[in-house]
């Protein structure tokens, strides 16, 4: 069986992309140390990082919101300045870096955003949650789910987190990578929960990031094309479930102890999965429960694309 980086549809990658691709996959094994914790101060090094800009760059503004400041708990906003006065629904978006790396305020991450408050259009918030080994599940999910919250709340004795025009009845959950893991989860807690004026009407899910006990095809097949390997996933999900099995519904959203969303009003989903990123079964699968659940769900295969393709520009 051909390994990952042999196979015809990686070869026919540019060359400059192949080197990028498996430099981002060794850079993100130098932070981490062997006794499973993490290097911040070389992990800074690949979170290169941009300021906010009040004045607009590429057609939209940006400023930082602090939610929690005990948690470090923030948020970017991104507003495209040539929608100033439309009714402009909100994105809240979670970045990858599998639960341990990146933020919002990273250059690529902030360049992706522009891109999409430009393009939807739409007010981006890209949520800086807290990361993992130093803060295990369920803090980035509950980070995530709590901007939710926050944005639902009225401040009236506080300055307002988005501007007048935008519609946060119209809100989407995005992500890629581990953050479409979260984008999923928080789209189901937000189902249960009564928001007064927020509601979630769609998931984007990006190459999100799920896993399980057993190996896959795709896993197997592909193991060793940068950036993922199954030894590298292995360690992320560690990070962030220590004391859990790769089956736990957190990581397995689709297995054996999944969570039961047919009677819920889980929004419509959409997935996108890479021909070259090893997850692309388990992606798969989460399609295939969506629609077995009852839930509305599209599925976009992109032959020539590996994960983490946004890192990449």
Request: aromatic share 10%; charged share 25%.
């Amino acid at each position: 069986m051909e390994s990952g980086t042999k196979s015809p549809a990686w070869l026919a990658l540019p060359l400059k992309t192949r080197i990028l691709v498996s430099i981002l996959g060794v850079a993100t094994d130098i932070p981490r140390r062997k006794d499973g914790t993490v290097n911040r101060c070389l992990a800074k090094v690949l979170d290169c990082r941009t300021p906010p800009t009040p004045k607009p760059r590429d057609g939209v503004k940006t400023y930082d919101v602090v939610v929690d400041p005990a948690r470090k708990l923030s948020f970017r906003v991104f507003i495209p300045i040539d929608y100033a006065v439309e009714d402009l629904p909100v994105v809240v978006f979670f970045h990858g870096g599998g639960f341990v790396f990146l933020s919002p305020a990273m250059k690529v991450y902030d360049a992706v955003c522009r891109r999409f408050a430009k393009g939807f259009p739409a007010i981006i918030v890209s949520v800086d949650y807290r990361l993992a080994p130093e803060h295990p599940y369920p803090a980035p999910h509950d980070d995530s789910f709590d901007v939710l919250k926050f944005l639902d709340d009225d401040h009236e004795n506080s300055s307002k987190p988005l501007p007048e025009n935008v519609n946060i009845s119209r809100c989407f959950v995005a992500g890629d990578s581990a953050g479409g893991n979260l984008a999923h989860h928080v789209a189901q807690r937000a189902s249960e929960f009564n928001f007064r004026r927020l509601k979630v009407i769609g998931v984007l899910a990006i190459q999100p990031f799920f896993g399980g006990i057993e190996r896959t095809d795709s896993e197997i097949r592909l193991d060793g094309t940068p950036p993922l390997s199954m030894k590298r996933t292995d360690w992320y999900w560690h990070a962030l479930m220590p004391a859990s099995d790769r089956d736990d519904p957190i990581i397995n959203v689709s297995g054996p102890k999944a969570v039961d969303i047919s009677k819920i009003d889980f929004p419509a989903t959409m997935v996108i999965v890479g021909g070259l990123d090893t997850l692309q079964d388990w992606q798969k699968r989460y399609h295939e429960w969506l629609r077995d659940s009852g839930k509305e769900a599209s599925l976009f295969e992109y032959p020539s694309m590996f994960h983490g393709l946004s890192l990449i520009q």
